[in-house]
């Protein structure tokens, strides 16, 4: 019987990578990877020249029957009526939005309490927000983004035709579609996303499947009168929402996928990074991952909507029709980066100094919040370190320190998901942050409870092919790939140490 190739696509914050796999075995048959631009801010068109270089890495797609792309949650991406991006994408971790952020919690609190919500006008807008679209604002949610544009760039929001995220418009792009001259139809309705990505717009109800175009309007009202707002939030083209093994309408481009495939390479609907990571570690009810990767993000997978009203963990959706508790933290295997620069050492390096420290560091704590945070929601903070004295400043303790307040920022992730009543029977742990030695004997000790070491592969691809591998097989489930745990970390719970870390944290 003859191989059947599907392809995954990863177009994360750093790189694209284009991942072949046999559709019936999850094995990994050639593989592409081209970086993206640094920054917070990116022009699109980079991702899809990354793509098209980390496919030409990977032997071409020329013999794949299904595509399925992951990417990057939350990035905006803005067309015009031609398919021209009108400014470079805000990606996730951008916080320029952060104060529009605050503004849009404000403005859902403001009106009297009168339907038996909290007097405080914060709360009840956070309430308010969760309960409308599962999560409140933060300035990573492409809502806040959209808003900073109408009231920083109005001409530019006025010219909004579509709103898509960093894996519509790549998946747009694979379909052969893109910029058009004047006249002509750029088939912006062509353009296809899942519920996993929606659901991180804040625009989008995951739970009754529907887009909130009065909150588009809302906020699109800082660029044009009320009346003209409503009427362009309700002509802006938004993604078509796929089902988790709906097939796109479009398929893909023969000058970029399944030229030698009888019929073509169908699109799947693609997904949100974290949802795909989830996929492709095959996570069932009950299971959590922590990835460590530029972000920290701890993942759960639910049977039904998670609704956390003071708006800490996000109301995501997953990839199979369930849900996707989330909480993320800005900052995360970064913070081991930083305290290398700090000491001027490696990462074995760092780990070894580590190891000559104890736990708790002597009393030393760092709370990592380098480039702000956003779990709990401090935009403007840094990062400092608490309780150093003449006698426990040292280089371990430094070394020490820096690993457990990563460890312990995740530790904050997992019980807020934990106090929606989340029944965690097991962490996942992944990412580029899981390969540190010191990440890895202090994870199981600070997170409370033995943690399994997924062989380091990437599971956003992996999941996406698995995804693209489902929508060819037309199946109830998704392919029964096996994943490889490398180790079950196990250790002492150190209790003591989250207490120190949440004392100074605050």
């Known amino acids: 019987m003859a191989q059947v190739l599907v392809a995954g696509v990863d177009t994360s914050t750093q790189s694209t990578k284009v991942r072949v796999t046999d559709a019936a075995t999850g094995r990994l048959v050639r593989f592409g990877q081209a970086k993206h631009p640094e920054g917070t801010s990116v022009d699109p068109n980079a991702w899809w020249n990354a793509f098209l270089e980390a496919s030409a890495q990977a032997g071409g797609l020329d013999d794949v029957s299904a595509l399925s792309v ?56 956070k309430q308010r927000w969760v309960k409308a679209v599962g999560s409140s604002p933060v300035a990573s949610y492409t809502l806040t983004k959209v808003t900073w544009v109408a009231e920083n760039e109005p001409e530019n929001a006025k010219r909004i035709a579509a709103i898509c995220l960093p894996h519509d418009w790549l998946s747009w792009r694979i379909a052969g579609y893109g910029p058009v001259a004047p006249g002509e139809d750029a088939h912006l309705d062509a353009l296809f ?13 995951a739970a009754h499947s529907q887009y909130r175009r009065d909150l588009l309007a809302m906020v699109l009202a800082a660029a044009e009168c009320e009346e003209a707002a409503k009427s362009h939030a309700d002509a802006i083209t938004l993604p078509t929402v796929l089902g988790p093994r709906e097939t796109a309408a479009v398929k893909a481009s023969p000058a970029i996928a399944g030229k030698e495939v ?37 993942a759960a997978i639910a049977e039904n909507p998670v609704y956390d009203l003071t708006g800490a963990v996000s109301g995501f959706a997953d990839c199979t029709g369930h849900y996707l508790p989330l909480a993320c933290t800005i900052n995360g295997s970064r913070i081991a980066d930083a305290g290398r620069a700090a000491l001027g050492v490696d990462y074995d390096e760092l780990a070894a100094l580590a190891a ?71 962490i996942l742990l992944i990412g580029g942050g899981a390969k540190s030695a010191a ?22 691809a992996i999941g996406a092919a698995r995804q693209a591998a489902w929508v060819l097989s037309g199946e109830a489930e998704p392919p029964a790939w096996p994943l490889t745990i490398e180790e079950t970390l196990t250790g002492e719970p150190t209790p003591e140490v989250y207490a120190q870390y949440a004392r100074y944290r605050g």
């Open 70 to 125: 992951g990417g990057q949650q939350h990035g905006m991406v803005i067309l015009e009526e031609q398919g021209n991006v009108i400014r470079d994408a805000m990606l996730w971790n951008d916080i320029s939005s952060a104060p529009q952020a605050a503004a849009l919690i404000e403005r859902l609190g403001v009106s009297p309490a009168d339907d038996g919500e909290p007097e405080d006008v914060i709360a009840r807008g």
């Open 193 to 205: 996303t899942d519920r996993s990505d929606a659901s991180g717009t804040i625009y989008y109800d």
């Open 262 to 298: 009888e019929g073509g390479c169908i699109l799947g609907p693609g997904g949100g990074d974290n949802a795909m990571a989830a996929l492709g570690l095959g996570m069932a009810v009950g299971d959590v991952s922590i990835s460590l990767g530029t972000s920290g993000v701890a």
């Open 356 to 426: 000559q420290s104890v736990p708790g560091a002597e009393g030393v704590t760092l709370i990592p919040y380098f480039d702000g945070e956003r779990t709990p929601n401090r935009p403007d903070a840094t990062a400092t370190l608490h309780g150093m004295t003449l006698a426990n400043t040292t280089k371990a303790n430094i070394a020490r320190a820096f690993i457990e307040g990563l460890l312990c920022s995740q530790r904050d992730c997992l019980e807020l998901i934990r106090s929606l009543g989340a029944d965690i029977t097991r």
């Open 439 to 460: 990440v890895r004997a202090y994870a199981p000790g600070i997170l409370g409870m033995d943690v399994e070491l997924p062989a380091t592969d990437e599971y956003v």
